[in-house]
């Protein structure tokens, strides 16, 4: 069955980017002339996704009003012979359906994704946290949903290779390898944020994941974990205990754009990404070394 639908999670404070958040939603926040928003919908629609389910808090509709049309923007272009953006603009519009459902307290990744139950019915879905943003050819997303049909539709979870020293940040998957090149992996369990010493691997999630409806019944029987908060992490331990679940090392960059740092380098990327933009770039950023190195 065609996957159609993809949850992003848009109701966290993004307090590492204040005062900036304090007005705007950090999922506003461009990475060079695009939200970072952008490139969540963007994965999702490149991956054959039909429906945003954007789980939202208050303060966050400017994320709706970005991927709706903007019909006076439109025309105003249209006017001043700007036609070429004005077509950017009506595409963003008109990129996907979005459906919103709102988190009325920040109870954490799991409690966030129960909140878009109803809408997803009984369904697989994807689930793309914004915060992580994968650079590659073939979307990420698409990459699981390809795993996942292949293996008569099991949630797919994808995984990366991360040090040792930084098992803290994630959730950690333990597996076996089901394929010769280990890509893919049967679950065993899941850890949500081990400390390094207690990490059973170091395959960690960015925050891409294909997840059955089973989900569901699981988020409900998890207790709050880490942090007092509903895991995700855990309700997906639980199903793996009783469940076929995957894990897949995926192909791409990631970046966190959930941190200053790893802002900045996707913003660089971004920016030498494109061809017109790369040669001043690339001087700027030489200048700037020369001039903050002496
Ligand atoms: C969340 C998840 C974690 C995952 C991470 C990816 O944590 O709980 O399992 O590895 O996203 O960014 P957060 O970073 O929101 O604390």
Redo the contacts with the bound molecule.
């Keep these: 069955m065609k996957i159609r639908k993809a949850v992003i999670p848009v109701a966290?404070k993004g307090t590492r980017f204040l005062p900036a958040t304090k007005e705007i939603p950090k999922e506003m926040i461009p990475i060079v002339n695009k939200p970072m928003i952008h490139y969540a919908v963007e994965e999702a629609v490149l991956s054959g996704i039909e429906q945003i389910i954007f789980v939202t808090s208050s303060g966050k509709s400017s994320i709706e009003d970005y991927f709706d049309r903007n019909l006076e923007l439109e025309q105003f272009l249209e006017k001043n012979g700007k036609s070429h953006l004005a077509t950017e603009i009506r595409e963003i519009g008109q990129m996907t359906e979005v459906t919103t459902v709102r988190q009325k307290e920040q109870l954490?990744?799991g409690h966030a994704i129960n909140c878009a139950k109803d809408l997803i019915g009984d369904e697989t879905f994807a689930v793309i946290?914004a915060?992580?943003l994968v650079v590659n050819k073939e979307p990420v997303t698409k990459q699981l949903l390809t795993i996942s049909r292949e293996n008569e539709g099991a949630s797919v979870i994808g995984v990366m290779e991360v040090e040792r020293s930084e098992t803290y940040?994630?959730?950690?998957v333990d597996g076996q390898p089901i394929d010769s090149k280990k890509e893919t992996y049967k679950m065993n369990k899941?850890v949500?944020?081990p400390k390094p010493e207690e990490a059973p691997t170091t395959l960690?999630?960015?925050?891409r994941y294909i997840l059955g409806p089973e989900i569901f019944s699981y988020l409900e029987r998890i207790p709050k974990g880490?942090?007092g908060e509903y895991?995700?992490?855990d309700a997906i331990n639980l199903m793996a205990s009783e469940m076929n679940v995957l894990a897949h090392i995926f192909k791409g960059t990631r970046f966190?754009t959930?941190s200053i740092k790893g802002y900045l380098d996707a913003t660089m990327e971004f920016a030498l990404m494109d061809e017109e933009m790369r040669p001043d770039i690339i001087n700027l950023m030489k200048e700037k070394i020369t001039a903050y190195e002496n």
């Design positions: 966290g954490g990744l946290l915060d992580d940040k994630y959730g950690i899941m949500e944020k960690a999630t960015p925050g880490v942090g895991q995700l992490t966190d959930g």
